[in-house]
C-alpha cells in the first residue's frame, strides 16, 4: 500500500521558519512521472495549491508565495520537504502532501494525498 | 492569475441529483479535476480530466467541461455524499495549481 505521511511542528511562533516533511511508503520519491505538490487549507476554507517538485527535482511555487517557499527532496530518507520562512498568524492551517502521476506535473490529478498536518501560528 | 468560481453552498435530498459548477475563463480548454473533502479528512479524487472516474469512485458521480463552466453531478445522492467539493486545474500560463473556492454539499 502506498502512502503519503506529513509530519513536522503542530505549533510555530511568527517570524519563525516551518519545516515540514512527506514521508513516502511503498514507493520511491524518484519514481519517473511524478509530481509532488504542497497544498494548505487554513481552518474552514479552502485549498491553496503552495508548490511543486518534479521528477527532476525541477520546482515551481505558487507566486504570492515564492520569496518563502523551498521545496526538495530527500532521497536517502525518502521524504520531500517544504521549508516556509517568516510564518505568520494567517499561514495557520492543515498542510498537505499530494502526488500527481501521469507524466505531465501540470496537467495530472492528484490522485494520492497524505492526511495533512495541522500547524498553528502563534506566540 | 487564473480564478475559479464555485457556488459556496448546494442543498439535495437524498435520491436526487445535485450538480455542482466550477466557472473559469475558458475553462473548456483545461482539464478539471475534482475533489471530496469529508469532515475532518484529506481530499480525494472523484472525477479527473473533466469526465473520468477513479478506480473505486461510484457511477454516480460524472463530469462535464463545456465553455466557460465545468460541472460535477452526483446522482442518487446519499448521505455519505455530505461533503466539501473543489474543483481544480493547472494555469500552465503561470505553472500553479489551481483550486475552485469549495461547495458544501448538503444532503437534507
Known amino acids: 500500500q502506498i502512502t503519503l505521511r506529513e509530519s513536522g511542528p503542530a505549533l510555530v511562533k511568527p517570524t519563525q521558519t516551518l519545516r515540514l516533511t512527506c514521508t513516502f511508503s511503498g514507493l520511491s520519491v524518484t519514481t519517473s512521472a511524478m509530481c509532488v505538490s504542497w497544498i494548505r487549507q487554513p481552518p474552514g476554507r479552502a485549498l491553496e495549491w503552495l508548490a511543486l517538485?518534479?521528477?527532476?527535482?525541477?520546482?515551481y511555487y505558487s507566486p504570492s508565495l515564492k520569496t518563502r517557499l523551498t521545496v526538495s527532496k530527500d532521497t536517502s530518507k525518502n521524504q520531500v520537504v517544504l521549508t516556509m520562512t517568516n510564518m505568520d498568524p494567517g499561514d495557520t492551517g492543515t498542510y498537505f502532501c499530494?502526488?500527481?502521476?501521469?507524466?505531465?506535473?501540470?496537467?495530472?490529478?492528484?490522485?494520492?494525498w497524505g492526511q495533512g498536518t495541522l500547524v498553528t501560528i502563534s506566540s | 492569475s487564473f480564478v475559479l468560481s464555485q457556488p459556496p453552498s448546494v442543498s439535495v435530498a437524498p435520491g436526487k441529483t445535485a450538480t455542482i459548477t466550477c466557472e473559469g475563463d475558458?475553462?473548456?480548454?483545461?482539464?478539471v479535476h475534482w475533489y471530496q473533502q469529508r469532515s475532518d479528512q484529506a481530499p480525494m479524487p472523484v472525477v479527473f480530466?473533466?469526465?473520468e472516474r477513479p478506480s473505486g469512485i461510484p457511477e454516480r458521480f460524472s463530469g462535464s467541461n463545456s465553455g466557460n463552466t465545468a460541472t460535477l453531478t452526483i446522482t442518487r445522492v446519499e448521505a455519505g455524499d455530505e461533503a466539501d467539493y473543489f474543483c481544480?486545474?493547472?494555469?500552465?500560463?503561470?505553472?500553479?495549481?489551481?483550486f475552485g473556492g469549495g461547495t458544501k454539499l448538503t444532503v437534507l
Open positions: 499530494a502526488r500527481s502521476q501521469g507524466g505531465d506535473c501540470f496537467l495530472d490529478p492528484f490522485d494520492l
Open positions: 475558458n475553462l473548456e480548454k483545461k482539464s
Open positions: 480530466y473533466d469526465n
Open positions: 517538485i518534479g521528477e527532476d527535482e525541477d520546482t
Open positions: 481544480q486545474v493547472w494555469d500552465d500560463d503561470s505553472d500553479r495549481g489551481v
